[in-house]
């Protein structure tokens, strides 16, 4: 058993222990980290009967073999080929990469609350209609326990794992980059003008703001534009009435204010590194 500064790890080298110790903790469990051995097998299969469905992370030791694909071919460098030993969702490493261990726990979570419920049967069974209903229910309740057990004790890190990078801004198309701003710049107008006033929405706006700014990963760069386009906007407004802009300088306040509620929530979410 050991520590880091977020997981506590139990080794087993014993196939009945750890299925001892599985069943006893299963709910309370985060990741497996699963030796590619010949009890493997008999220990997925085990798990399947128990209907324990679980983020994995699956070890493999390297032959000589796999070193030189690995060498040929950068993208392979941490993972064995394509096949899978638990579910669909498992993250498989190489042994020598175990010094980053926290990172591809972190990445299994992330894969196992995205799995879909129909993609993870690895063995037929006399009857796919029963196994189907069973097995979607388990792990929508597995990943919706994941989820919220993130959640309550690692702040946002469980909303930060369900965030869709073919969501990102970054990977839309224009015309959808296009759209995502209009939404961005009309959701600021609108704190921007409520933003002195007392009328009990404003703090909901801004959370509303930042999640759509977080979940589709636009900087803080592009929401400091938005913000000087819409003052641009106001101050020659301001000059065809022949009134003051010194009145926009008070706004400054609204982006401080949003881009703090920006950082905290990255903050509390972001994984810390190993």
Known sequence: MSRDDRYLIHQYQNLDAVCQFINHEKHNLDCLILHRTPDLEELTNWLYGQATL??????????DSDRTRMSSDPQAASHHPKSFSYHTAEVVVAASDLKDIGSYVRQA???FINLSPTSWVKFDTASPQAQDSGTSQQLRSQQQRL???????????GVY??????NFFRHLPLEQKQELLAILKATYREIVLRYFADDGTLNQRIDDFVNTVFFTDVSAAQVVEIHM???????????????????????????IDTIAHLCEMYRRSIPRES
Do not use: C, H, M, N
Request: glycine fraction near 4%.
């Open 54 to 63: 679980l983020p994995a992370v699956i070890v493999f030791d390297a032959t």
């Open 109 to 111: 979570i992330a894969q």
């Open 147 to 157: 989820t919220d057990k993130l959640k309550e004790r690692l702040g946002y890190l």
């Open 161 to 166: 794992y369900k965030r869709d990078p073919q």
């Open 229 to 255: 386009e819409l003052i641009d906007e106001f101050s020659k407004q301001l000059k065809l009435e022949g009134r003051s802009e010194e009145i926009l300088l008070d706004y400054r306040l609204t982006l």
